[in-house]
Nanobody, 125 residues
């Protein structure tokens, strides 16, 4: 069992930056690939970015490439999402997720084993 708790969300102006954190408790955090998803009001939850268990492989959704960076610290059981050049369309609840499977370029909500409760990011224009 893995428990995930996101933090770092808030209100930021367009062009600004935020850093989200996802702290994991439970055993074997370093065994899991981690991902961030987001859900905007009235929309489906969508994949943002993923990182392999070792941190050596990452995969980004096209809308965030070049602006967002995922990283992890297995010693601290934490995964991070650095978000730069934020846009109003990035406004969403951001969720951290853990999975025992690396999905390559096909990441879906149903493939995740564990979820956090989310943290709200609001980008004002």
């Amino acid at each position: 069992q893995v428990q995930l708790v996101e933090s770092g969300g808030g209100l930021v102006q367009a062009g600004g930056s935020l850093r989200l954190s996802c702290a994991a408790s439970g055993r074997m955090f370093s065994y899991y690939a981690m991902a961030w998803f987001r859900q905007a009001p009235g929309k489906d939850r969508e994949f943002v970015v993923s990182i392999s268990s070792s941190g050596g492989i990452t995969y980004y959704a096209d809308p965030v490439k070049g602006r967002f960076t995922i990283s992890r610290d297995n010693a601290k059981n934490t995964v991070y999402l650095q978000m730069n050049s934020l846009k109003p369309e990035d406004t969403a609840v951001y969720y951290c997720a853990a999975t025992s499977v690396w999905y390559g370029s096909n990441w879906y909500r149903a493939g995740m084993n564990y979820w956090g409760k989310g943290t709200l990011v609001t980008v004002s224009s």
